[in-house]
């Protein structure tokens, strides 16, 4: 069964940095497209960041500049590298995986981790 663990979250000041991590028991990682996404207390999960299995980025005009998204396949990890965080960051973050290649048909996913805390005071 395949499973996501997140990890890095806490509590950070306004213009901290986090480093999150999302371990994957994934055995071809790198045929997966990789997401996070937030969810705020009341409001609906938004993606933040994605990085696909040909390793295009993209990123919530929200955290462009701020948040950097990356990948280890030879860990099965993703990082999302948070910094300038600010009150609105504050959200518990999940990461999603979702095959894109074509070595993961037999798992396509998507598959979520339990995600993990982040709060930024102000």
């Known amino acids: 069964q395949v499973k996501l663990v997140e990890s890095g979250g806490g509590l950070v000041e306004r213009g901290g940095s986090l480093r999150l991590s999302c371990a994957a028991s994934i055995s071809v990682f790198g045929a997966y497209d990789i997401g996070w996404y937030r969810q705020a207390p009341g409001n609906h999960r938004e993606l933040v960041a994605q990085i696909t299995f040909r390793d295009k980025i993209t990123y919530a005009d929200s955290v462009k500049g701020r948040f950097t998204i990356s990948r280890e396949d030879v860990k099965s990890t993703s990082y999302l590298q948070m910094n300038s965080l600010q009150p609105e960051d504050t959200a518990v973050y999940y990461c999603?995986?979702?095959?894109?290649?074509?070595?993961?048909?037999?798992?396509?996913?998507?598959?979520w981790g339990q995600g993990t805390q982040v709060t930024v005071s102000s």
């Open positions: 999603n995986a979702r095959c894109g290649g074509s070595e993961c048909w037999l798992r396509p996913g998507p598959y």
